[in-house]
């Protein structure tokens, strides 16, 4: 019967239950900072060593034709952007202008 839940708390032992709850949220956070760190230690070495990203900074051209459309004003239609891809590190520069548009006919 000592280890009937029931009993186990009275009045004259409050602080062990007070001591078990402290001990339980203790270990809780424990485990969840352990976590962290070992979750955000695998997301670094996967991300720096095993798939890095690949650089594709410079300039870029990208071409969209337009074959299928329900305006018959656009039906081969050829749009050329000119982009600049910088790396991380600079400043971030947004540059999409439209350089040609000609017909495919």
Known sequence: MADD???RYT???RWTWLLDKTAYVGGTVLQAF???LVLSAGYMVFND???PVPDITG????TV???NTANTRFQGLAV???TASMNRWSRPR?????LTVKPLR
């Open 49 to 51: 060593f095993i798939a």
């Open 80 to 82: 050329t952007y000119k």
């Open 34 to 36: 352990i976590t962290t």
């Open 65 to 67: 034709y337009y074959e």
């Open 94 to 98: 947004h540059v999409m202008k439209p």
């Open 5 to 7: 839940p029931e009993l």
């Open 11 to 13: 009045k004259s032992n």
């Open 59 to 62: 300039r870029w051209k990208f």
